[in-house]
């Protein structure tokens, strides 16, 4: 063989190798999904000499322990995608779940179990408006970094969600509140298929809509998306009404499931809907992000902490699995990129 055809097989072979790694690269989410699965299974056969995976009451668990992390991470992926972050979403969703609790205590008497949660939701949605509101219109107009922004708003929804619920949680009793927290249709929690809507909405909005265009748009490039005719400030700030609001339903879903709101019931969960996004193949730069990546990475998040508690393991050792999933996963990103892989999924 010639050096010229040595050197086009050797540019083959090494073309080949990359692209197979960018493949490798862009599937690491379902990968560390299955090789997670693997490990609870193999470890609970050999530990109680019982099937993980093969179990309804698992995987029926394990949606439901992945509910908040989707909902919040819902939001966290549109604003992400744009170039943005939203810290508040935590204490968003601890503000919704206490005001839920409240309406529902406070008009159960005159409006009926079913009146009463109606109100609690128009009221609890309504109140996280603000909070998503003032992110978006001081972000996008004052020009003040999000990490800023939505830090400080984690600190007032923080004190308003505890001053609200007078430091303490606020216990409900509503009939068709528990029903929608821990009721089921056809055997699937309602909950679940209450997530299951949103997604499907979200996903909607990313990947069939110009608004998902224009929010990539934003993220690869904001000056440029602005020369373009959009207008950035209101896209902005409607995404992050859009995350306070799926946060909002991640509080009232927490009040039904545990009939009583809690001013932190989305504390542990700021974590996990960034690293949702982050697993999920999402770069924190802006520009790309999808709503099966969040899914599947809220999933991971879901199986972590449900495995470890159903082999009896300290739930302390969550935060360390899901803190070196993050870092694995921003290593992979990191190879993905440097080898020419990335580029982002509508869907």
């Known amino acids: 063989m010639s050096?010229?055809?040595?050197?086009?097989?050797?540019?083959?072979?090494?073309?080949?190798?990359?692209?197979?790694?960018?493949?490798?690269?862009?599937?690491?989410?379902?990968?560390?999904?299955?090789?997670?699965?693997v490990t609870f299974e193999i470890w609970s056969q050999v530990a109680y000499g019982v099937s993980f995976i093969a179990s309804g009451a698992n995987i029926r668990s394990i949606a439901v322990f992945a509910v908040a992390p989707v909902l919040l991470g819902l939001g966290q992926t549109l604003v992400i995608i744009s170039g943005g972050i939203d810290l508040s979403v935590g204490f968003t969703m601890g503000l919704a779940s206490v005001i839920a609790a409240l309406v529902v205590n406070a008009t159960g008497n005159a409006l009926g179990d079913g009146g009463a949660l109606v109100a609690a939701i128009v009221a609890a949605l309504a109140v996280c408006l603000v909070p998503g509101w003032v992110n978006g219109q001081i972000v996008a107009r004052l020009k003040v970094p999000p990490f800023i922004c939505t830090l400080g708003m984690y600190g007032v929804t923080r004190g308003a969600a505890y001053i609200i619920a007078n430091g303490t949680t606020v216990?409900?009793?509503?009939?068709?509140?528990?029903?929608?927290?821990?009721?089921r249709i056809a055997g699937f929690p309602i909950v679940v298929l209450v997530t299951l809507l949103i997604v499907l909405?979200?996903?909607?909005?990313?990947?069939?809509?110009?608004?998902?265009?224009?929010?990539?748009?934003?993220?690869g490039n904001s000056q440029?998306?602005?020369?373009?005719?959009v207008d950035v400030r209101k896209l902005?700030?409607?995404?992050?009404?859009?995350?306070?609001?799926?946060?909002g339903i991640g509080g009232i879903l927490y009040t039904g499931?545990?009939?009583?709101?809690?001013?932190?019931?989305?504390?542990?969960?700021?974590?996990?809907?960034?690293?949702?996004?982050?697993?999920?193949?999402?770069?924190?730069?802006?520009?790309?992000?999808?709503?099966?990546?969040?899914?599947?990475?809220?999933?991971i998040i879901a199986v972590i902490q449900y495995g470890l508690v159903f082999l009896d393991v300290e739930p302390f050792w969550q935060f360390i699995a899901v803190g070196l999933v993050i870092i694995v996963s921003v290593l992979v990103d990191q190879s993905q990129k440097r080898i020419g892989g990335g580029g982002r999924a509508d869907g």
């Open 171 to 183: 216990p409900v009793s509503n009939s068709w509140l528990t029903t929608l927290g821990n009721g």
């Open 201 to 219: 909405a979200v996903h909607y909005l990313l990947a069939e809509s110009l608004t998902g265009q224009y929010t990539y748009a934003i993220g």
């Open 257 to 299: 499931r545990f009939a009583a709101g809690a001013p932190q019931a989305g504390e542990p969960l700021l974590l996990d809907s960034i690293a949702a996004v982050v697993i999920g193949g999402a770069s924190l730069f802006g520009g790309s992000g999808t709503v099966s990546g969040t899914i599947i990475g809220a999933l």
């Open 236 to 247: 902005t700030t409607r995404l992050y009404i859009l995350s306070a609001l799926t946060a």
């Open 224 to 229: 440029a998306t602005l020369r373009a005719g």
């Open 3 to 37: 050096a010229t055809g040595i050197a086009s097989a050797g540019r083959a072979q090494g073309s080949g190798r990359r692209n197979l790694l960018a493949t490798v690269a862009s599937l690491r989410a379902w990968l560390f999904l299955i090789v997670l699965l």
